[in-house]
């Protein structure tokens, strides 16, 4: 019996948001909406991270790499590399991705990418350890978030996403970290699907955004554009489900292939440190 139920855990823990999962109907989402209070409780965070370029860099590592090999980090002529035992192994827990995709930084830093969407719970699971994580990783390294377009409410949060990059740019908005916890708090906890302008609007406001600025970098350039890039990237990916990371534009994985939460965090440390081997 404790075995099975340690079967049903871990197939909780590694599963994923699919791209085949159907958005709830919309008069499900406004029902849920009118029923969520106007004032949400949130923990700011001290610091505002940086926000990502968005223009698309092709091939991130500059250097160009042979087709014909797996992995060049471990190549023979590289002792550093040979003598590593690596915990994780290509093909189980992370595929490379070939050719190598490009990413949204520059070459002056390892890319991590993380593909998510705000309607999903394991990507709201993520987020905690995530953030840990990008607190204490390598000053060479670099996170990145992707918002992941598998519906019409995932083409809002987008947007949604991208609205609080720029403001958070602008200096409109003053925490984004702050702000991505509410917005999690307020679909997974307080059952508000975020599913039209006017609530999304509401938490923005909340955070102390004017509803000028708001519907300004909404409907902004910059917003439109970003979120054109985030669907060709999820594209060249091959993303099919959520949570999803993508290391440098060569490796993707995801929690399933990782085998936990804390696993997956190991695993980014790992493929970066590989990276950083070339």
């Not at 705000?118 to 390598?138: F, G, M, Q």
Request: aromatic residues 8%; proline residues 5%; charged residues 25%.
């Amino acid at each position: 019996m404790k075995y099975l139920i340690t079967l049903i855990s871990l197939a909780l823990v590694c599963s994923a948001c699919s791209k085949e999962e159907p958005a709830a109907p919309a008069e499900e989402m406004a029902a849920a909406e009118e029923q969520a209070v106007d004032t949400v409780d949130s923990t700011p965070d001290s610091s505002v991270p940086d926000t990502e370029s968005l223009v698309v860099v092709e091939e991130s590592a500059a250097d160009a790499e042979p087709e014909d090999k797996s992995i060049l980090l471990a190549r023979a002529d590289d002792p550093v590399a040979t003598a590593r035992n690596w915990q994780f192994k290509e093909g189980t827990n992370f595929i490379r991705l070939v050719p190598t995709q490009p990413t949204i930084g520059g070459a002056d830093k390892i890319e991590v990418a993380e593909v998510f969407m705000y309607s999903c719970p394991h990507c709201y699971d993520l987020e905690a350890h995530i953030n840990r994580w990008e607190e204490s990783k390598d000053p060479g390294v670099r996170l990145v978030r992707i918002p992941a377009v598998f519906n019409q409410l995932a083409q809002m949060h987008a947007q949604l996403y991208y609205t609080e990059v720029f403001l958070t740019r602008s200096g409109k908005l003053k925490d984004q970290n702050g702000f991505r916890n509410m917005v999690f708090q307020e679909f997974h906890q307080r059952g508000n699907r975020l599913s039209s302008v006017a609530s999304i609007q509401k938490v923005f406001a909340r955070a102390g955004v004017s509803e000028d600025d708001f519907t300004r970098t909404w409907n902004s350039f910059e917003v439109d554009q970003a979120l054109r890039v985030a669907a060709d990237l999820a594209r060249r990916y091959n993303i099919a489900s959520v949570p999803a990371i993508i290391v440098n534009g060569k490796y993707k994985t995801d929690t399933g292939m990782a085998g936990g939460y804390p696993k997956l965090i190991e695993l980014i440390d790992e493929l970066t440190v590989r990276e950083g081997l070339r």
